[in-house]
């Protein structure tokens, strides 16, 4: 079954602080990776998209992972900052066909607190 | 600023009453999709179309239609709101795969209740 798991479900960090976001998933044929964020009452952002051969992507203090082996994905943001309080949602793109198909996961919601 | 935009932004309906949610975007984007985003769930794909004049089904498609007469406009009509379709929508649009890879841009939502 082609399932997206995200963990936490939720976390809470000081302002400055450092943290991880983990993303498992069971897709295949696997396309692309991509997190996107989302605050509150807003459509989602994107953050980073990596495909198969990718490893790391950065954008700005957002840098992404990606194992195509273990078919593992992270999110680590560095220095949070109050703005970053919002769910992340990693979503994986499948290859049927001519069609795409993205597999959303649930997401994690992070507060950032001063 | 370009990008996508979605009218209204909040509606309620009362059951069995019909309505049309807009999208419209001006990235000149072929792809366009309808999720609807519900707390415990993942955004799920109601309708998508792939360019001017064609469209196709989603995960859950029951209950809405769309139609995609221009590259512009994707407007999702509910035809009997039911309270099952109480909901935030989301419209995002996308270049396709052989453009490169790039994420899709939403609308920021309408939020739909219907009573």
């Known amino acids: 079954k082609n399932q997206v798991e995200q963990s936490p479900q939720s976390l809470i960090i000081l302002e400055g602080k450092n943290c991880t976001l983990q993303?498992?998933?069971?897709?295949?044929?696997?396309?692309?990776l991509r997190w996107y964020k989302q605050d509150t009452g807003r459509g989602p952002v994107s953050l980073t998209i990596?495909?198969?051969s990718e490893n790391t992507k950065s954008n700005g203090r957002y840098t992404a992972t990606l194992d195509a082996d273990t078919k593992q994905s992270s999110l680590h943001i560095t220095a949070s900052q109050l703005s970053d309080s919002a769910s992340y949602i990693c979503?994986?793109?499948?290859?049927?066909?001519?069609?795409?198909?993205?597999?959303w996961g649930l997401g994690t919601s992070l507060a950032v607190n001063p | 600023n370009a990008g996508v935009t979605q009218t209204p932004k909040f509606q309620v309906l009362k059951t069995g009453q019909s309505m049309t949610l807009q999208c419209a975007q001006d990235?000149?984007?072929?792809?366009m999709s309808w999720y609807r985003q519900d707390p415990g769930m993942g955004l799920r794909l109601i309708h998508y179309?792939?360019?001017?004049?064609?469209?196709d089904q989603g995960e859950v498609p029951n209950g809405y239609n769309v139609s995609r007469s221009t590259t512009e406009d994707f407007p999702l009509r509910l035809l009997s709101a039911a309270p099952s379709q109480t909901s935030v929508y989301f419209c995002?649009?996308?270049?396709?795969?052989?453009?490169?890879?790039?994420?899709?841009?939403f609308g920021s939502g309408t939020r739909l209740t219907v009573v």
């Open positions: 995002a649009s996308s270049y396709p795969p052989n453009r490169g890879q790039r994420g899709y841009t």
């Open positions: 990235m000149n984007h072929e792809y």
């Open positions: 179309s792939v360019g001017a004049g064609i469209t």
């Open positions: 993303c498992n998933y069971t897709v295949s044929p696997f396309s692309n």
């Open positions: 990596m495909t198969f």
């Open positions: 979503v994986v793109s499948r290859n049927a066909g001519n069609n795409r198909k993205l597999i």
